[in-house]
């Protein structure tokens, strides 16, 4: 199995140093050559090192995809992502408020938040297992420069961005 992220993977062929061989890639929506002077298929002779890429999985879901070596077909199964979010980011007011983002993950599968700045707090659901909300709560910025912070959930991230005032208190 690989990772959900893109992935270079090899394989090896053994064989003697006399022997011809030839792979082809079936489904190039999931895995593509890594030498893109071959466009998905190539032969040898002898053994040797094959790399190919697998594709960002954005699929909750494992997926599996085949690559063919002289006759013999190869699963290449791919992890799927742990969790998903949605939206990634939220641009706030000066005066602050509030910010929400939805999970989406597997029943089975845990997940926490974790912010960080300190004008970022997090009202509803640190953490929880399969499909949820998180909801925000930003405190005003009382400068004139805006600023940016972070939150972050198994792997995604959730990106804030906030104005600065344009008439400051003094």
Do not use: C
Request: no cysteine.
């Amino acid at each position: 199995i690989v990772p959900h992220t893109k992935s270079v993977f090899s394989y090896e062929v053994t064989a003697e140093s006399n022997v011809w061989w030839h792979w082809r890639i079936i489904d190039y929506s999931m895995i593509g050559y890594t030498n893109t002077i071959n466009r998905g298929s190539g032969s040898g002779i002898g053994s040797s090192s094959i790399y190919f890429t697998v594709f960002a999985n954005t699929s909750l879901q494992p997926r599996s995809g085949p690559v063919v070596f002289s006759g013999i077909t190869t699963t290449v199964t791919q992890a799927g992502m742990p969790t998903k979010i949605s939206p990634v980011s939220a641009g706030l007011l000066p005066e602050g408020g509030s910010a929400s983002f939805s999970v989406e993950a597997l029943p089975s599968t845990p997940w926490s938040v974790q912010q960080s700045d300190l004008w970022v707090h997090v009202l509803d659901g640190s953490n929880g297992m399969g499909n949820g909300v998180v909801q925000l709560n930003v405190e005003p910025n009382l400068s004139i420069l805006p600023r940016a912070a972070t939150v972050s959930l198994t792997g995604n991230v959730f990106a804030i961005t906030q104005a600065g005032v344009t008439n400051p208190v003094v």
